[in-house]
Structures are given as structure tokens and as C-alpha cells.
């Protein structure tokens, strides 16, 4: 059976209880679209207050220390974010990777903590404007996903974001996300086998109500990870409404 899209918000460091509203409203469109699915990603301290707050839509984390437990200030493990109602954990951010230092090994780990406790994943992978500019960037994006994978693909989904189109309204072509996800979807393929051509791949970098249909219907694109537009119901519902326009 073909997967439905897949449309994740991801909340970054934003949101109050306050903002809960409009998860609620977000969920609320989300119950009569039934072909897209929908979840959101909140600041760890909203999950468990998030999850109690909707009824048909995922709700996850936006990171995970790849241990279970012990001395790591300040950190939380896939355990943990489960038990306060995450289903599934981002991992590989560039901002994570920017901001953080994490390598694709760590990323790795990571993805493999959560996928052991049967959570689902998000890897983020995805070139810097400098990498665009050398005319290389699928080859080494292709290298970081293959770098980055865990060794099952279960509940895996990749999202690919480059780094210059988050958060710049700026977009690559369709075309050129067709190509990229191509080149993923190779990669998956020569690590998972048959199974590869299961795990979707999200496109993520400036995604809006207004260029979300042609980013949706590139080659290989299974979904979206967005960022500042999944932050209110207006800015994120033509998203959804978008993917459930798609033809199937
Ligand atoms: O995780 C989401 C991405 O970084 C995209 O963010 P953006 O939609 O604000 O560009």
C-alpha cells in the first residue's frame, strides 16, 4: 500500500503553552484530511502538555542523546521523550550539527537509541550554500546520508533541507530536488535493499502554502519537514491541504 505524505512541522525553539491553540487547530484540520499524515515537533518541555492536547497527529522530538541514561547534563534520551509522548525524534539537524558539533556517527547512534525502543526517525541531511556552488552537492549529500544511516530502516524517514534554504524563502528548483532525492533514494536502496524504497524522504527549507504542491509532487518526495510556517494553523493547514491534493 502506498505510505501517505508525510507533513511534520518542526517548532525549533519556539512555543509556549500559549501557542497550544493552534497545535489544537492543526489538528483539527488535520482530522478531515485523512490522506496526509500530519505530527509536530515542539521544544521537548511541550510534548507531554502537546500530545494531551490533539487527537490525529504524531507528535515528536526534535533531538535524543544516544544513551538511555546517566551523567549528561541538560540531555534527554529517546526513553525519556517517549515516555512524555513523543513517537518520534528528529535527528540531524543542521542546526544540531551547526550548533552542536554532532557528527554523522553521533547522528547515527542517535537514530539507532530510538529506533531500539520502536520510535520513529527523522535524519536531516543536506549541503551548505558553499557545497550547492561546487556543483557536488549530491554527491556529497549522498555521502553524509550514507554516513549518517542507522543499520535498520525501521520508522525511518529522511528529510533533506539544505542548509541556504532554511528559514531564507529561498527554494531550490523542483527539478533540482527531484534530482537530489534521486540520488538519496540510491542511497537507501544500497543500504536496505527492497526496503529502502519504503522510507520516505521529506524535503525541508522555506516550504509554505504557496510552493508546496510543486515541492510535494518532485520526484521522490514523500513528505515536508517545515520550520517557521508549522509555527501557526494558518501557515501550516495550506501545507496539509496542499499534500492531500496530491494526485495518489
Ligand atoms: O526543520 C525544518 C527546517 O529547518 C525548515 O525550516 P523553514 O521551513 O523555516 O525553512
Not at 496526509?36 to 522530538?61: F, K, Y
Not at 556543483?135 to 530502516?153: F, H, K, M, N, T
Not at 533514494?185 to 525541508?204: F, K, M, N, P, T
Request: hydrophobic share 40%; with cysteine.
Amino acid at each position: 500500500m502506498a505510505q501517505r505524505c508525510y507533513i511534520v512541522g518542526n517548532w525549533k525553539m519556539n512555543g509556549m503553552r500559549s501557542d497550544l491553540s493552534e497545535a489544537r487547530a492543526i489538528d483539527r484540520a488535520s482530522s478531515r484530511l485523512p490522506k496526509v499524515e500530519v505530527a509536530l515537533a515542539p521544544p521537548s518541555t511541550l510534548i507531554l502538555a502537546m500530545r494531551d492536547a490533539v487527537n490525529h497527529i504524531g507528535v515528536g522530538a526534535q533531538n535524543c542523546h544516544a544513551a538511555d541514561k546517566g551523567a549528561h547534563t541538560g540531555d534527554v534520551s529517546a526513553n525519556m521523550l517517549r515516555e512524555a509522548g513523543a513517537d518520534f525524534v528528529i535527528v540531524g539537524h543542521s542546526e544540531r550539527r551547526a550548533d552542536h558539533g554532532e557528527t554523522n556517527e553521533d547522528v547515527k547512534a542517535k537514530a539507532e537509541s530510538a529506533q531500539a525502543i520502536d520510535m520513529g526517525v527523522i535524519l536531516c541531511v543536506g549541503e551548505s550554500e558553499a557545497e550547492r556552488d561546487s556543483g557536488e552537492a549530491e554527491e556529497i549529500v549522498a555521502r553524509q546520508l550514507a554516513a549518517s544511516l542507522p543499520d535498520s530502516c525501521a520508522r525511518l524517514s529522511v528529510a533533506y533541507e539544505p542548509i541556504w534554504a532554511i528559514g531564507t524563502g529561498r527554494v531550490p528548483s523542483v527539478q533540482d530536488v527531484g534530482t537530489m532525492h534521486k540520488w538519496l533514494r540510491a542511497v537507501l536502496v544500497d543500504r536496505y535493499g527492497e526496503d529502502g524504497r519504503e522510507v520516505r524522504i521529506l524535503y525541508g527549507g522555506s516550504v509554505k502554502g504557496e510552493n508546496a504542491a510543486e515541492l510535494l509532487a518532485a520526484p521522490e518526495v514523500g513528505g515536508a519537514l517545515v520550520g517557521g510556517a508549522s509555527l501557526s494553523a494558518d501557515g501550516f493547514v495550506p501545507i496539509i491541504v496542499a499534500a492531500s491534493q496530491l494526485d495518489d
